[in-house]
């Protein structure tokens, strides 16, 4: 079993006061559902999870977990620098009733391959669920190593990872030499189509907030075995999921989801929102 094939890295809506704003998160959630998402992941970069408080993330969980009464699988990013913390956060999530895990890079501490590897094999030892890893070490400035990753796929709830490296030579690697129930899925957007080319499972997706069917359809083209068509789909959609990352993300994808008729509010400092020439260039891109 997996998560789908495309899942989506859920922004969190915020209303005027910067608070989340549940009833717009609600809207989200049905337009995702209706628009080719196949699971949701929640609390992540996207998500802004580094500006929320545990309380704000607890209610965030309940929330999406009773709006989607399982229809798709929803994982949780509890991922942080800090083990316990990391433990407390997988806990609350489990409690909440998500479907599973998704373990970030330990940050800004820079582990050694060694710690990574103790840091997820006790988080996973803490709970039941399935875990996602996330390799991104753009962000992290940490990266976990294919070999590390294969070693951890050997725990029993360490079942698949996202993968944002951008090295399609680990992603290889750890295909082949992890058991087909391991699953990676891309980190990336435009790297989508590739990952999957050589094994990779799907996308958790940051565009198919706004391209959420087109992504399935080429997805699925690919599955089928229609590659010329997952190829055309794939050249037509790259410029708006690289577009969606000209200001630091997801700054661009709220103003893109405004654009659409969807305000889910701004983001939260240290990040701001776009300037007039970046909302220019966006609107060009996606209207």
């Given at each position: 079993m997996h998560f789908g094939h495309v899942l989506t890295a859920m922004i969190t809506p915020f209303d005027s006061d910067n608070q989340v704003d549940f009833p717009t998160m609600t809207v989200l959630i049905e337009h995702l559902l209706k628009n080719g998402t196949e699971g949701l992941v929640i609390t992540g970069t996207t998500g802004e999870s580094a500006t929320l408080s545990q309380t704000e993330m607890e209610k965030i969980y309940r929330h999406v977990v009773a709006v989607v009464n399982k229809r798709v699988p929803v994982l949780a990013g509890t991922g942080t620098n800090n083990t316990n913390y990391t433990i407390n956060l997988t806990k609350i999530a489990a409690d909440s009733g998500v479907d599973g895990i998704m373990l970030v890079a330990p940050y800004y501490n820079r582990p050694n391959q060694a710690g990574l590897y103790e840091h997820f094999k006790i988080v996973a030892e803490s709970t039941n669920l399935p875990i996602m890893l996330y390799n991104i070490p753009g962000r992290c400035s940490v990266h976990i190593e294919a070999?590390?990753?294969?070693?951890?796929?050997?725990?029993?709830?360490?079942?698949?990872?996202?993968?944002?490296?951008?090295?399609?030579?680990?992603?290889?690697?750890?295909?082949?030499?992890?058991?087909?129930?391991?699953?990676?899925?891309?980190?990336?957007?435009?790297?989508?189509?590739?990952?999957?080319?050589?094994?990779?499972?799907?996308?958790?997706?940051?565009?198919?907030?706004?391209?959420?069917?087109?992504?399935?359809?080429?997805?699925?083209?690919?599955?089928?075995?229609?590659?010329?068509?997952?190829?055309?789909?794939?050249?037509?959609?790259?410029?708006?999921?690289?577009?969606?990352?000209?200001?630091?993300?997801?700054?661009?994808?709220?103003?893109?989801?405004?654009?659409?008729?969807?305000?889910?509010?701004?983001?939260?400092?240290?990040?701001?929102?776009?300037?007039?020439?970046?909302?220019?260039n966006l609107k060009t891109l996606i209207m």
């Open positions: 070999d590390t990753i294969i070693k951890l796929s050997e725990l029993e709830n360490i079942v698949a990872v996202k993968e944002a490296s951008g090295n399609l030579e680990q992603v290889s690697q750890i295909i082949t030499e992890t058991n087909d129930d391991f699953h990676v899925y891309s980190g990336d957007d435009s790297m989508t189509l590739p990952i999957m080319a050589v094994g990779g499972t799907g996308i958790v997706s940051v565009a198919s907030h706004i391209i959420g069917n087109e992504m399935k359809e080429m997805v699925h083209a690919f599955l089928l075995g229609e590659t010329k068509k997952a190829a055309r789909i794939h050249r037509e959609l790259l410029p708006v999921m690289k577009g969606l990352f000209m200001a630091p993300s997801p700054a661009p994808l709220k103003e893109a989801l405004k654009l659409k008729g969807l305000d889910v509010g701004s983001v939260r400092l240290p990040l701001v929102g776009l300037s007039e020439e970046e909302k220019s």
